[in-house]
């Protein structure tokens, strides 16, 4: 069912890693958005296309919202967001989407994401720590090519630095090479079973690639894992 259309113009749309925009929507008409974090829109990318988008802030000012965009498929979305500027107007539907952390989960919260698909992840812990929850048990592990792509890295560092006895930030390239990268090297899939062991009292949030979110169930589920307990969302 069709949500909402909502009119804003673009706050701003600057480049965060060599091939993702983060553009800055500001509603105009209704000049209020609520959501929740982790959820979606849609936008009208061109005539008759549609793209949908993960809201990558916390639902903490309903006048405004941030979406993470990859450039590189290069199709209509790319497009659209690569030539949009600060003051063009833009539409969205929305928001849609249950991936969102809901009062029943467990304790202890996985996030598992793989390039833009961390952006509906950044929201649900931003989202958390501004409810007062910083300092409940989260384990993020974040995969990317190269190291220009870890978007909001030094965002993460300074959480893992803030809350180090219970927010865990585990950054992977599967591409390293020529980077100078002290981290860890390889898929998230080869990144995991190395370093979670034990998977009792948590709810895991999977965001990535169809691939990416089969592997990544059937390794959660082989550590004991409940099905039910796995939360995903597919980005491509």
């Not at 925009?21 to 958005?33: G, I, K, M, S, T």
């Not at 965001?207 to 597919?234: A, F, P």
Request: charged share 25%; with cysteine.
């Amino acid at each position: 069912m069709a949500k909402e259309t909502y009119a804003a113009k673009c706050g701003a749309n600057e480049l965060i890693t060599p091939r993702v925009y983060e553009a800055r929507l500001e509603l105009v008409d209704p000049p209020r958005f609520a959501y929740k974090a982790g959820q979606f829109i849609t936008v009208p990318v061109a005539d008759q296309t549609l793209r949908s988008y993960s809201i990558c802030s916390p639902p903490d000012d309903p006048g405004s919202l941030r979406v993470a965009v990859d450039i590189q498929p290069g199709g209509p979305g790319s497009r659209f967001f690569a030539a949009l500027k600060a003051g063009d107007p833009i539409k969205f539907q929305g928001p849609y989407g249950a991936f969102v952390v809901r009062d029943d989960a467990l304790p202890h919260l996985l996030f598992i994401g793989t390039g833009t698909g961390i952006a509906p992840l950044r929201a649900m812990i931003l989202d958390l720590e501004q409810k007062g929850q910083g300092h409940r048990k989260m384990t993020l592990f974040f995969g990317v090519r190269y190291c220009d792509d870890l978007m909001y890295h030094d965002e993460f560092l300074a959480l893992a630095q803030k809350y180090p006895d219970t927010f865990t930030y585990y950054p992977s390239l599967s591409k390293p090479e020529g980077s100078d990268w002290p981290g860890h090297c390889g898929r998230v899939t080869s990144i995991l079973p190395k370093l979670l062991t034990a998977t009792e009292g948590m709810t895991a949030y999977l965001c990535g690639s169809k691939e990416m979110l089969k592997d990544v169930t059937e390794i959660l589920v082989g550590l004991g894992m409940d099905k039910k307990q796995i939360k995903r969302e597919q980005f491509w």
